[in-house]
């Protein structure tokens, strides 16, 4: 199938929306205020007037710097159930003051670059509140869509080179859009509406993928839409079997750009290779890569150099951008489609304004701030230098096998005043258990040293094993 026969299919499926009159359109509504509109105008498209900082500051320590309660505390200790009362239970909040309230250091987040708490970001958020409230509350399709939106859609599409993007209530949102939207061009192309098995659309998914892929490829695969196969971990020998062997020509390869979990990345040059060999559409979850990796932070494709050969970026505002949202970047053909089939977009609630408003000035300060991308690698040069364990991003997943050693080894380390979670099944699978370790670019080089010296004394890390790439797929 020639690389450029999905544009085609797309195009066509389209085409059949319109002609059956379901073809879905965003309308923005404007609510700017004139001040709002002459101030856009003079920022022209580099964000002038919101203002950055050439290193960190004292409120960017709020990002990593938490507190929980000490009954909280006690019970995490003990792993006693909690459905979280305790936090605002009279004993945590009543005399005592701040005795009743543990310190961390949190390690365990994915504000990587610390944005959650920066002034700028904070201010866009506060004023977009005075001025409007919430905004219009409905769907974006019905009144949520706003010039707000419109203006964060469009310098993400920028961030990521493609045609345009279409905003989601969340990264799982639009993982869940973007899955069921694929699907749909079969159906949509589909002679008698449904399609044979040589119509349906092959779906290729990473054993290791996120839950929102694979919740959305079940549901694509309920509608009766896909046929799915999952090869092994990062493996693309196997991909590449299973491609050739694969006699549908409709053909997409799905896969997490930096895996949560583990925290290796995607073989990104090697699928790029396989796209030119299979025609296959790519699509990638760059949600702990976006603003991250690459120079101007457009993620892990741009690190690459392999931009052009992703079809669909799905990202989140929720990470790195300290805000909340999701993302699709593609063509406009995809979005006209995604925002018409997309079930988890259409019938979800449009983010509020000043979320828009604050992810849009996450946008231009991520992209203007370089120190913070600069400052995240140099924390994952230096733990790795001091703990002699290999890691390639900011995730590092220490596997130390049984749920019992995560667990004695997160207590520990809550003790010593370190926020780090031991993850377990079902989220990793059995005898994988593992302290899951997140870098920001708020922590300092003394943070990273504490770190080290508190968890070589919970593990040995000449023990840390990898998780092989033979792991049974999650589907």
């Known amino acids: 199938m020639a690389d450029n026969s999905w544009d085609k299919c797309v195009e066509e499926a389209v085409n059949v929306l319109e002609s059956r009159q379901v073809l879905r359109s965003l309308r923005p509504i404007c609510i700017s205020s004139q001040k709002d509109e002459e101030m856009a105008r003079s920022r022209g498209d580099e964000g002038d007037e919101y203002e950055v900082f050439d290193g960190m500051r004292q409120w960017d320590r709020t990002s990593v710097e938490v507190s929980v309660s000490i009954p909280t505390f006690q019970k995490w200790l003990h792993d006693e159930p909690s459905n979280g009362e305790e936090g605002f239970s009279g004993d945590a909040l009543g005399e005592g003051g701040k005795e009743r309230f543990k310190k961390l250091l949190l390690f365990s987040g994915n504000d990587y670059l610390g944005l959650s708490s920066h002034p700028t970001i904070a201010n866009a958020a506060a004023s977009a509140v005075q001025e409007y409230g919430m905004g219009p509350k409905g769907s974006a399709l019905i009144c949520g869509y706003t010039n707000y939106h419109r203006l964060l859609e469009s310098s993400l599409a920028e961030l990521k080179k493609k045609e345009d993007c279409l905003v989601c209530p969340t990264g799982f949102a639009a993982n869940m859009a973007a899955m069921v939207a694929i699907g749909s061009v079969a159906s949509l192309l589909a002679e008698s509406g449904k399609p044979l098995e040589n119509e349906k ?3 290729f998914s990473d054993a290791l993928n996120h839950a929102s892929i694979i919740d959305g490829i079940r549901l694509a695969e309920r509608q009766g839409n896909v ?4 090869y092994r971990h990062c493996d693309m020998y196997h991909l590449n079997s299973l491609l050739s062997s694969c006699k549908m020509k409709r053909k997409v390869v799905v896969t997490d750009s930096l895996f949560s979990m583990d925290g290796d990345f ?7 290779q396989l796209r030119k060999k299979h025609g296959f559409l790519l699509a990638i979850d760059d949600a702990h890569g976006t603003f991250v990796c690459g120079e101007n932070g457009g993620g892990v494709a741009e690190q690459f150099n392999c931009e ?12 790195a951008a300290g805000c909340h949202g999701g993302f699709i970047a593609c063509s406009k053909k995809w979005k006209q489609l995604i925002q018409s089939r997309g079930r988890s977009f259409i019938f979800s609630t449009a983010i509020p304004v000043p979320m828009a408003a604050a992810a849009y000035a996450a946008v231009v300060v991520a992209r203007k701030e370089g120190w913070r991308r600069k400052a995240i690698w140099e924390r994952v040069k230096e733990f790795e230098a001091l703990s002699g364990v290999q890691i390639s991003s900011p995730i590092i997943s220490l596997v130390v096998g049984n749920q019992a050693k995560a667990l004695q080894g997160s207590r520990y380390l809550l003790k010593s005043g370190f926020h780090v979670m031991a993850i377990r099944p079902p989220t990793v699978p059995p005898n994988s258990c593992r302290l899951r370790v997140t870098l920001s670019a708020t922590h300092t080089t003394e943070d990273v040293k504490k770190l080290i010296t508190a968890l070589s004394s919970c593990l040995e890390f000449r023990n840390i094993t990898h998780i092989p790439s033979s792991l049974s797929p999650k589907l």
Do not use: I, N
């Not at 046929?227 to 999952?230: A, H, Q």
């Not at 995607?266 to 790029?272: C, F, I, K, V």
């Not at 052009?308 to 990470?319: E, F, I």
């Open 201 to 203: 659309v092959a779906v």
């Open 227 to 230: 046929e799915v196969f999952v």
């Open 266 to 272: 995607a073989p990104m040059e090697e699928l790029s």
């Open 308 to 319: 052009a050969d992703v079809d669909l970026c799905v990202g989140t505002l929720s990470k």
